[in-house]
C-alpha cells in the first residue's frame, strides 16, 4: 500500500493559463474524491467518482474546473483560464466504496498547492 | 443537508494538560464520524472514526472521542497532550459512505 499520490507538489502559474493535477489512488480503492483547501478553512468538496463514473459534482465547480478518470485509475483535475481564487490546495483522497463493511474511509494524499499569480 | 461546527478555531495547551477539542455536525440521517489531523504542508491523516458500535473510539497515540447522538457531538479528547500534537485538526462528518464535509479546523498548540 503506496498510498496517495499527488502529482505536482506545487504549481504557479499566471492568471489565464491552464493546469491540470494527477491523483493516483490506493490501487484497490475504486471511489476517488476531490476537495479544495483554502487558507484557515477545512477541504470542500469538490467531485468524486466511482470507478471511471463521475457521480457527484458540487456546484462549487465550475465549467472551467474539469476532472476526469478515465480507466478507473488515477484522475486529473484541470483548471481552464486560471483565476486568482482559484490559489488553494488541492487534496485527492480515495476509499473503498459503501457496502464493504469498513466504512467510507477516505485517505488523503499530500496535496497539491495551487498559486495564481 | 449535513454541517459540522467545530467552535474553537485555536486551543493553546501546555504539555501533559488535557485537552478537548468540540465538534458538532448536524445531518438528517445516519452519519459516519471522523477526526482528521494535518501537520503544515501535508495532507489529512486519519486520527479515528466512529462508524457503529461503541460510542467510545480511541485512536493509536492516546486520542478518543466520544459519539454523543442526542447532542450531535463528536469531541474529541487526550489525557496528556506531547509538543508532536501540535496540527491543525479536523472534524468531519459523511452521510453514510458519501463526499466528507468538514469543519474549519482547530488549531492545537502546545507548548512547554
Known amino acids: 500500500d503506496t498510498g496517495v499520490s499527488q502529482d505536482p507538489r506545487h504549481k504557479i502559474t499566471k492568471r489565464g493559463q491552464n493546469v491540470t493535477f494527477r491523483c493516483d489512488p490506493i490501487?484497490?480503492?475504486?471511489?476517488l474524491y476531490w476537495y479544495r483547501q483554502t487558507l484557515g478553512q477545512g477541504p470542500e468538496f469538490l467531485t468524486y467518482?466511482?470507478?471511471?463514473?463521475?457521480?457527484?459534482k458540487s456546484r462549487l465547480l465550475s465549467d472551467r474546473f474539469s476532472a476526469e478518470r478515465p480507466k478507473g485509475s488515477f484522475s486529473t483535475l484541470e483548471i481552464q483560464r486560471t483565476e486568482q481564487g482559484d490559489s488553494a490546495m488541492y487534496l485527492c483522497?480515495?476509499?473503498?466504496?459503501?457496502?464493504?463493511?469498513?466504512?467510507?474511509?477516505?485517505?488523503f494524499g499530500a496535496g497539491t498547492r495551487l498559486s495564481v499569480l | 443537508a449535513q454541517s459540522v461546527t467545530q467552535l474553537d478555531s485555536q486551543v493553546p495547551v501546555f504539555e501533559e494538560a488535557p485537552v478537548e477539542l468540540r465538534c458538532n455536525y448536524s445531518?438528517?440521517?445516519?452519519?459516519?464520524l471522523f477526526w482528521y489531523v494535518q501537520y503544515p504542508n501535508q495532507g489529512l491523516q486519519l486520527l479515528l472514526k466512529?462508524?457503529?458500535?461503541?460510542?467510545l473510539v480511541e485512536s493509536i497515540n492516546g486520542f478518543e472521542a466520544e459519539f454523543n447522538k442526542s447532542q450531535t457531538s463528536f469531541h474529541l479528547r487526550k489525557p496528556s497532550v506531547h509538543i508532536s500534537d501540535t496540527a491543525e485538526y479536523f472534524c468531519?462528518?459523511?452521510?453514510?459512505?458519501?463526499?466528507?464535509?468538514f469543519g474549519t479546523g482547530t488549531q492545537l498548540k502546545v507548548e512547554l
Open positions: 483522497a480515495s476509499s473503498l466504496g459503501p457496502g464493504t463493511g469498513r466504512g467510507n474511509i477516505q485517505y
Open positions: 490501487s484497490e480503492h475504486n471511489r
Open positions: 467518482f466511482q470507478n471511471e463514473a463521475q457521480l457527484e
Open positions: 445531518s438528517s440521517v445516519s452519519v459516519y
Open positions: 466512529y462508524l457503529s458500535g461503541s460510542t
Open positions: 468531519a462528518v459523511s452521510e453514510r459512505g458519501n463526499k466528507l464535509t
